[in-house]
């Protein structure tokens, strides 16, 4: 089935490093989303990409969706301790646009 | 607006009950979408209901029901429990307007523990 990969699984950093998540999916996405989860908290929105190659931007966060929409990647520079959390990429395969298949996250902590 | 809520926020039960869960979407959201998120497992897809109907359905047992009423609140049950259905389950709601893919809102959860 469909299935989206996320590496990795836990990345501790210090303050001020930087941080990358990456998804695969062996099949073309319709389009990516990502989530962040705070600890004892549940999946807030932070993006959307939808075309092929497409690289958008908020802060500190840069997200990319890869040519061939198979793959995307997060990166966060600088990070801080409001970063901590789990971070999960969510595929959509097209047809329905209510059913994600979410990667199984990659837990981030930040030492001050 | 507020937010998705969802009711009970935290449930025991014992193995071969049953579970009824239900959520209440965002004003104007028509699509509900649940989750089931597990350690080990992570966030899994149960199924997706958009105007009283289910539109799509995730890898997941028959015991596993759900429904969406005329308002778009949600309900999911869980037959026959088992001691793997513990876990939290997450309510999304969307607006899906037409032409656009639509982030998910989530709901704070319902953490079902079977004993």
């Known amino acids: 089935g469909q299935q989206v990969m996320q590496i990795p699984q836990y990345q501790h950093v210090q303050e001020g490093e930087d941080f990358t998540t990456y998804c695969n999916s062996s099949?073309?996405?319709?389009?990516i989303q990502w989530y962040k989860q705070r600890p004892g908290g549940h999946p807030v929105f932070l993006i959307q990409?939808?075309?092929?190659?497409e690289v958008k931007k908020q802060k500190r966060l840069t997200f990319q969706f890869g040519e061939a929409k198979k793959n995307s990647s997060l990166h966060i520079t600088a990070t801080q301790t409001t970063d901590v959390g789990t971070y999960f990429c969510a595929g959509n395969y097209g047809g329905s646009q209510g059913n994600l298949i979410f990667g199984k996250g990659t837990k981030l902590s930040v030492k001050p | 607006k507020a937010g998705v809520t969802q009711t009970p926020r935290y449930l025991i039960k014992t193995r071969g009950q049953q579970v009824t869960l239900s959520c209440s979407p965002i004003s104007g959201h028509r699509s509900v979408s649940w989750y089931q998120q597990t350690p080990g497992q992570g966030l899994q897809f149960l199924f997706e209901?958009?105007?009283?109907?289910?539109?799509n359905k995730g890898n997941f047992p028959g015991r596993f029901s759900g429904r969406q009423f005329s308002n778009s609140r949600s309900e999911m049950n869980v037959s026959t429990l088992e001691l793997g259905d513990s876990a939290l389950y997450l309510c999304a709601s969307s607006p899906q307007l037409a032409g656009s893919y639509n982030e998910q809102f989530f709901g704070p959860g319902t953490r079902l523990t079977v004993l």
């Open positions: 099949t073309t996405l319709s389009n």
């Open positions: 209901y958009f105007s009283e109907t289910q539109r």
């Open positions: 990409l939808v075309k092929s190659g």
